[in-house]
C-alpha cells in the first residue's frame, strides 16, 4: 500500500488550498479515506474522513471550511481547504482505515491501517 499526499504550501489566512493523496496497492473504492494534521508540538488529530460509500466526516474546527472528496477511478482522496487559519498550519497527512474499523471510530488514528509521508500546509497571519 502507498499512500502519496501533495498540494500543501504557504498561503495566508483566508486563502484556499486543494490537497490530494493518490493510493495505491488495495482496492481504493472499498475503503474508508481519511485526513489528519499534526501541527508543531501537537499530536496528530483527524481533520476528515470519506467512507467507501462516500459518507463524509469532519472534525469540528474544520466544519465548513473543509470537503474531502474522493475519485475512485483515480484511486484519489481530497481535501479542499477554503478560509484557511494559522490555526490550520501542519503536516497533513492522508491514511487508509481498517476494513474492520466502526464509523465511530473513525476519527481516532489506530483505526488507520496505512499512512502517506504527508504535505506541510503553512498559514500565515
Known amino acids: 500500500v502507498q499512500l502519496q499526499a501533495s498540494g500543501g504550501g504557504l498561503v495566508q489566512a483566508g486563502d484556499s488550498l486543494r490537497l490530494s493523496c493518490t493510493a495505491s496497492?488495495?482496492?481504493?473504492?472499498?475503503?474508508?479515506l481519511g485526513w489528519f494534521r499534526q501541527g508543531p508540538g501537537k499530536e496528530r488529530e483527524f481533520v476528515a474522513r470519506?467512507?467507501?460509500?462516500?459518507?463524509?466526516g469532519y472534525a469540528d474546527s474544520v466544519k465548513g471550511r473543509f470537503t474531502v472528496t474522493r475519485d475512485n477511478a483515480k484511486s484519489t482522496v481530497y481535501l479542499q481547504m477554503n478560509s484557511l487559519k494559522p490555526e490550520d498550519t501542519a503536516v497533513y497527512y492522508c491514511a487508509v482505515a481498517r476494513r474492520e474499523a466502526i464509523i465511530s471510530a473513525l476519527r481516532l488514528p489506530a483505526s488507520y491501517e496505512n499512512w502517506g509521508q504527508g504535505t506541510l500546509v503553512t498559514v500565515s497571519s
Open positions: 470519506i467512507k467507501w460509500d462516500r459518507n463524509t
Open positions: 496497492g488495495f482496492q481504493f473504492n472499498r475503503y474508508t
